[in-house]
């Protein structure tokens, strides 16, 4: 299996433009999440969906950021319009719904470095 | 909602010694305990895990300990080498069906040669 699989893995853009990050998470998993990582608020859980369906959205910063997963291999993160302090990486994460009570391994994207000028 | 925290943020060793890394939590129904490690410029990657049905568990020279009275659990790494430099980081989960993680804010090892 590849893994999970981002694009693009770097994107600079000019403040106010749209930004659109893609993401493909391992066949067969039915939980994909969105994480942004800076160094002053470390992981942020963004958005997470479960078999395609957004489940929780409250960590989405503002309006400006949408996210669809309009089938089970294919996710997108966009914001629109972006601003220099979205700046961060942001990965793409999926796991598997175990049977019993425990989660399973989270299984992290190589991410994408956004730099908003 | 759940909270992590994690301890050091910093924490410099001389190879070859030990490296101790405490995370605390706030939820008790939490059951799953992972710990990854992100190398400089790339994604977090699992290193070891715990359930809460065990209070231990050691795969080489890395180790997890959970305490789930004092709501508490830490990593070890014993014999440490260079290439252990990296942030670690520890998170939490209420299991299956609840599959999103709580991240501490992560602990940046540095292994001196």
């Known amino acids: 299996d590849a893994g999970v699989i981002q694009s693009p893995r770097h994107e600079v853009t000019e403040m106010g433009q749209e930004v659109t990050l893609r993401c493909k998470p391992i066949s067969g998993h039915d939980y994909l999440f969105w994480y942004r990582q800076t160094m002053m608020r470390g992981l942020e859980l963004l958005i997470y969906f479960n078999n395609n369906v957004p489940i929780d959205d409250s960590g989405m910063p503002e309006d400006r950021f949408s996210a669809k997963m309009p089938n089970a291999s294919f996710s997108t993160l966009k914001i629109q319009p972006s601003e220099p302090r979205d700046s961060a990486v942001y990965f793409c994460?999926?796991?598997?719904?175990?049977?019993?009570?425990?989660?399973?391994?989270?299984?992290f994207g190589p991410g994408t470095r956004l730099t908003v000028l | 909602g759940e909270n992590v925290e994690q301890h050091p943020s910093t924490l410099s060793v001389q190879e070859g010694d030990s490296a101790v890394i405490k995370c605390t939590y706030s939820d008790s129904a939490s059951n799953y305990f992972p710990w990854y490690k992100q190398e400089l410029g790339k994604r977090p990657q699992l290193i070891i895990d715990?359930?809460?049905?065990?209070g231990e568990k050691k795969d080489q020279r890395i180790a997890v300990t959970l305490n789930k009275t004092a709501k508490h659990f830490s990593l070890h790494i014993t014999e440490t080498q260079p290439e252990d430099s990296a942030v670690y980081f520890c998170?939490?989960?209420?299991?299956?069906?609840?599959?999103?993680?709580?991240f501490g804010k992560g602990t940046m090892l540095l292994v001196s040669p």
């Open positions: 998170a939490a989960s209420r299991g299956s069906g609840y599959s999103t993680l709580t």
């Open positions: 994460a999926s796991t598997n719904q175990l049977a019993g009570a425990f989660a399973d391994t989270q299984y």
């Open positions: 715990i359930r809460s049905n065990v």
